[in-house]
T-cell receptor, first 113, second 113 residues
Framework: DAKTTQPPSMDCAEGRAANLPCNHS???????VYWYRQIHSQGPQYIIH???NNETNEMASLIITEDRKSSTLILPHATLRDTAVYYC??????????????FGQGTILTVHP | DAGVIQSPRHEVTEMGQEVTLRCKPI?????LFWYRQTMMRGLELLIY????????DSGMPEDRFSAKMPNASFSTLKIQPSEPRDSAVYFC???????????FGEGSRLTVL
């Protein structure tokens, strides 16, 4: 799996958009970009994933650059409950690599009032 | 659905004792994963099953660890004998395998004294 690089921490004001960057310059053509988050003392929670097109769901938007070497997770209106560690993962979505998510250190997002 | 259910939530045991962690995946999911999380190593995949069959156990640290999935609704992770360095939070996750997300349980926090 391609290595990903994320800033160790970020702050965001409540109600504002949180934009979390991720670099994955060695991503291969069949690797998806996944985002998970882990709120303190809970299991990781899936947020969104994409291959090359931008994606949006009820939780967030994922913007992937055209060369696929980086992406940005956008939480449009951050709340205090969005405070968590956010993991960006590049991984194959099929075959024997399925589910073998390599979690790095992630970005600690702190949303403050 | 209640989500992925793990038990026990907390376990404190003494070195040398046998530990059994249990997991009930989401009904209908045919992939099951065991992850371990420590401060030093972060989240790491131990083993995963597809249709109750172990597919990849390369992450299992050593022979003291074993995992079984006797049916589609139950899996165990056993450590025998346990050692202090096994202290960690163990997460179980399941998935439908359709390029979708992994659903994690709340974890089992193991402390080996």
């Amino acid at each position: 799996d391609a290595k990903t690089t994320q800033p160790p921490s970020m702050d965001c004001a409540e109600g504002r958009a949180a934009n979390l960057p991720c670099n994955h310059s060695t991503i291969s053509g069949n690797e998806y970009v996944y985002w998970y988050r882990q709120i303190h003392s809970q299991g990781p929670q899936y947020i969104i994933h994409g291959l090359k097109n931008n994606e949006t769901n009820e939780m967030a938007s994922l913007i992937i650059t055209e060369d696929r070497k980086s992406s940005t997770l956008i939480l449009p209106h951050a709340t205090l409950r969005d405070t968590a560690v956010y993991y960006c993962i590049a991984a194959n979505a099929g075959g024997t690599s399925y589910g073998k998510l390599t979690f790095g250190q992630g970005t600690i997002l702190t949303v403050h009032p | 659905d209640a989500g992925v259910i793990q038990s026990p939530r907390h376990e404190v045991t003494e070195m040398g004792q046998e530990v059994t962690l249990r997991c009930k995946p989401i009904s209908g999911h045919d992939y099951l994963f065991w992850y371990r999380q420590t401060m030093m190593r972060g989240l790491e995949l131990l083993i995963y099953f597809n249709n109750n069959v172990p597919i990849d156990d390369s992450g299992m640290p050593e022979d003291r660890f074993s995992a079984k999935m006797p049916n589609a609704s139950f899996s165990t992770l056993k450590i025998q004998p346990s050692e202090p360095r096994d202290s960690a939070v163990y997460f179980c996750a399941s998935s439908s395998g359709l390029l979708g997300e992994l659903f994690f349980g709340e974890g089992s926090r193991l402390t080996v004294l």
